[in-house]
């Protein structure tokens, strides 16, 4: 499997765990406050990072691209920037919104360089450091 892809599915699965344990922790305790914090981190923590991870894995010749690992980059430092703020907004501290918002934007920065990413054609060899 292509390096991008095991960083995609590595961040997803970091998200998942943490967004679990939110949700189970909103579930038990019955204070849902942090609704928004675990259903981005579920959707573009977990889902998202493991569809670009699939993605990648089932394109292996875009998998090399350098425009992959600034995907990966971007899009990671975004959501790091945006669910711990968002997080501890909807916990109380309302002057963590500029972050909420700088961090979207980090990520929808993310998601164009993948949509650049997508559109790019095709090379036809495969170089061998992205097979199993
Ligand atoms: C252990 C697993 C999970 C638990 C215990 C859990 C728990 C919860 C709870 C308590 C809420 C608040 C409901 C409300 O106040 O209306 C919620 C909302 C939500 N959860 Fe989860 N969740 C889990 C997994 C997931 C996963 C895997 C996803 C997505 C992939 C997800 C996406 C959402 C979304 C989008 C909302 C907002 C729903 C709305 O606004 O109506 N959750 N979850």
Not at 28 to 57: D, E, K, P, R
Not at 87 to 94: D, V
């Amino acid at each position: 499997m292509p390096q991008i892809s095991q960083l995609f599915f590595k961040t997803a699965i970091i998200c998942l765990i943490i967004g679990l344990a939110m949700g189970l922790q909103m579930g038990m305790s019955g204070n849902h406050t942090v609704i928004a914090a675990h259903a981005h981190l579920n959707l573009l923590g977990w889902v998202s990072s493991a569809v670009f991870g699939g993605y990648y894995a089932l394109n292996p010749s875009k998998a090399v691209k350098r425009l992959a690992m600034v995907h990966y980059i971007v899009y990671t430092l975004g959501l790091i920037a945006m669910l711990p703020a968002l997080y501890f907004m909807e916990l109380g501290n309302p002057q963590l919104e500029p972050l909420v918002g700088i961090g979207s934007l980090i990520v929808l920065v993310g998601v164009l360089i993948f949509a650049v990413v997508m559109f790019s054609k095709e090379t036809a060899a495969i170089p061998e450091a992205t097979r199993a």
